[in-house]
């Protein structure tokens, strides 16, 4: 019996592969299980953007491979970035995979993996990667049916000092309007309610295009070409986001008022060092343009502390910054070198202890922040897109209001009220914790 187990790692942008994989092992006859002892192929694909995410895709790999100690027939099988990034130095310290896949030969892994043999043991090419899907290429969602993400480019071209992206997913790749349209389309048809675009930066769609297209040509495509009620925008460079998408923003609801745009720093000094092409008066600018023209527009941002040559007095602005922005959404890391960065060669690095202090640091004025923030929504009726039973209580349904992200946010606990998931229903606000609110439904009341 082909059966399949597989652990996807890391991004959105990584589950969309594995999502392409899925539907190609599917239509090679595998079907999916829920333990990967029941498994006649495990496969894992990884994540090589950060060390962290290196270390936490072997360990998921060894623990998955001791298992094949009771099922030697069993196939073990490794894709994603971090075989596009360590290529052929992965078959020799995980000799017990028995197949590497990179990043331009996933979507036929089912074929790969029925011609395995021991001279096929890595299928990665050298260089970086080239592969850019379509709306042809099959997709079985790993994500609820009435959500799903649609990945509108590859690769990046901003070379910022921490990043492998560019050297493992390649330059910047756009599809067209009409193909990331099509594609839209066949995802509201099996359902989708909330779709969530991505990119390594959604602001640089289309500049590689031969017909040069812009972000909000898309936008404008996909409001006119589908009804989904939820549009969202995930990770947009600080210094491309425009006038013109804010007021499409404003003018046309389907779009959240939500907006996922990394900072990284507020420090001029760090920014410069990461090769972060803004400076803090940008961010500034930034946040009273979108509190201008979007007022309600929850921002999402990260920060990266410990960045070679930060200060104390670099970590105070921050702090300060937060407390002036007062954000809704804030992810804190811990800088990490990366070999083969330009910032892995910076002198004056940060020790561990401390930057372990400062994001501490962070994270309390941030905790303190976000509080303050979602009392903002007690009392109010928010539309809220219902995901299920909650994983705190079976007692609970939980859900998301449009200032909430799919697996990055807070979420809406549900205390009472008839609904299923995917419905997209008004609930009214009742209580506010740190990072979730509660609500309950309010009867007779449903948007889209």
């Known amino acids: 019996m082909k059966s399949l187990y597989m652990v996807s790692l890391g991004c959105p942008k990584n589950l969309v592969d594995s999502e392409v994989m899925l539907a190609d092992l599917e239509q090679a006859g595998y079907t999916v299980v829920d333990e990967s002892t029941n498994a006649s192929v495990i496969l894992v694909n990884t994540c090589g953007f950060i060390r962290p995410a290196v270390e ?23 894709t994603g970035c971090m075989v596009q990034r360590y290529g052929g130095e992965l078959a020799v310290e995980l000799p017990e995979v028995d197949l590497f896949v990179g990043l331009d030969d996933f979507p ?6 029925d011609r395995l043999g021991s001279d096929t043991r890595i299928v990665s090419r050298p ?21 799903s993400y649609l990945k509108i480019t590859e690769g990046c071209d901003n070379r910022c000092a921490y990043c492998m992206i560019p050297s493992i997913r ?90 996922d745009i990394p900072f990284q720093h507020v420090s001029d000094r760090m920014l410069a060092a990461m090769n972060r092409h803004y400076r803090r008066a940008t961010l500034d600018d930034l946040i009273r343009r979108i509190r201008s023209q979007v007022p309600t527009c929850a921002i999402r941002t990260t920060m990266l502390i410990g960045f070679p040559g930060e200060t104390e007095e670099d970590v105070a602005a921050l702090i300060d910054a ?15 070198d990366e070999e083969g960065s330009a910032a ?8 561990d202890e401390e930057k372990e202090l400062r994001h501490q640091r962070v994270m309390m004025a941030q905790a303190a922040i ?20 909650s994983g705190e209580s ?55």
């Open 56 to 78: 936490e895709a072997i360990d998921t790999i060894l623990e998955l491979a001791a298992g094949k100690e009771e099922n030697p027939e069993q196939l073990l099988v490794v």
């Open 108 to 113: 036929r892994i089912g074929e790969l993996i």
């Open 127 to 147: 260089g970086l990667a080239t592969y850019l899907m379509d709306h042809r290429v099959p997709r079985r969602l790993a994500t609820p049916s009435f959500r």
């Open 170 to 259: 390649g330059r910047l790749r756009s599809r067209t309007v009409a193909d990331l349209t099509a594609e839209a389309v066949l995802l509201e048809r099996s359902g989708v309610r909330e779709l969530s675009l991505i990119a390594q930066d959604l602001t640089a769609y289309g500049r590689d295009l031969p017909e040069p297209a812009a972000l909000t040509d898309l936008l404008h495509a996909l409001l006119e070409k589908t009804a989904i009620p939820w549009l969202r925008l995930l990770y947009l460079y600080p210094a491309s986001v425009t006038d013109e998408l804010l007021l499409l923003m404003a003018a046309q609801p389907r779009l959240l008022p939500y907006l």
């Open 322 to 336: 937060l407390r002036t922005w007062q954000l809704d959404h804030v992810g804190v890391f811990q800088y990490q």
């Open 344 to 351: 892995a060669l910076l002198p004056d690095k940060v020790a």
């Open 370 to 389: 976000s509080e303050h923030r979602q009392k903002w929504y007690v009392g109010r009726l928010e539309p809220v897109l219902i995901e299920g039973v």
């Open 394 to 448: 079976d007692l609970l349904l939980e859900g998301r209001t449009r200032f909430q992200a799919p697996e990055i946010d807070g979420c809406v606990y549900i205390t009472s009220g008839q609904v299923s998931p995917g419905d997209i229903v008004m609930a009214r606000i009742t209580e506010a914790h740190t990072y979730d609110l509660v609500g309950e439904v309010v009867d007779g009341q449903a948007e889209g």
